[in-house]
């Protein structure tokens, strides 16, 4: 049984940075991402990684702002996010899915946790 759970929302002011968590139980093969639903918008996916490491995929809204990593020892998946917008703010979320190639596209994505809010004003 997998198990997503995030942490490390908050309110922030433009310019800063905060470091979301999403604590993993069970065992995952592909692909992790997180993704974001900004307020009267559609889902996006704005970071994913391989769970074996080796590649990262990320949305041009967020490259070179933003850090997808995951700590294999404490089954830890992490987004680093530097330099934020108030265009940022959204509900993120972690997902788990099958392959990289679907990185961004959450219909493929069968695990997800509840979510964190991120506010930048």
């Known amino acids: 049984h997998v198990q997503l759970v995030e942490s490390g929302g908050g309110s922030v002011q433009a310019g800063g940075s905060l470091r979301l968590a999403c604590k993993v139980s069970?065992?995952?093969?592909?692909?992790m991402t997180w993704f974001r639903r900004p307020p009267g918008k559609e889902r996006e996916g704005v970071a994913g990684?391989?769970?074996?490491?080796?590649?990262?995929y990320y949305a041009d809204s967020v490259k070179g702002r933003f850090t997808i990593s995951q700590d294999f020892a404490e089954n830890t998946l992490y987004l680093q996010m530097n330099s934020l917008k108030p265009e940022d703010t959204a509900m993120y979320y972690c997902?788990?899915?099958?392959?990289?190639?679907?990185?961004?596209?959450?219909?493929?994505?069968?695990?997800w946790g509840q979510g964190t809010q991120v506010t930048v004003s």
């Open positions: 997902a788990a899915g099958p392959s990289v190639r679907t990185w961004g596209d959450a219909a493929s994505f069968g695990y």
């Open positions: 069970g065992h995952l093969r592909g692909c």
């Open positions: 990684i391989s769970t074996r490491g080796d590649s990262t």
